[in-house]
């Protein structure tokens, strides 16, 4: 069983940094590929960043290539995202997902976080 709780979320300025963390509780967190996904209000979901099992392919939106970046930590059941240089438009509630493969498609992704809010703004 696949249990993802996201933390790292706030209010920040433009052009500040945030962090975000992903843990599994379960014991396959190594099995799966892990994603990103945020969703501003009044808007669909949209891709952000996906990795995969062992970190060696990574895959970006092209709204967050060369200021976010994903990595994992197998040991530690956590998959983060690093978020630097944010925009107002970076707004929005971000959920971590698992899939059985890297990719961008969210309708491969079998299991969600609940998510957390990011708000950029001054």
């Known amino acids: 069983q696949v249990q993802l709780v996201e933390s790292g979320g706030g209010l920040v300025p433009p052009g500040g940094s945030l962090r975000l963390s992903c843990a599994d509780s379960?014991?396959?967190?190594?099995?799966?590929?892990m994603g990103w996904f945020r969703q501003a209000p009044g808007k669909e979901r949209e891709f952000v960043a996906s990795i995969s099992r062992n970190g060696a392919t990574t895959r970006y939106a092209d709204s967050v290539k060369g200021r976010f970046t994903i990595s994992r930590d197998n040991f530690k059941n956590t998959v983060y995202l690093q978020m630097n240089s944010l925009k107002s438009e970076d707004t929005a509630v971000y959920y971590c997902a698992a899939s059985a493969f890297v990719t961008t498609d969210s309708r491969n992704f079998n299991y969600w976080g609940q998510g957390t809010q990011v708000t950029v703004s001054s």
């Open positions: 379960g014991r396959s967190f190594s099995s799966y590929a």
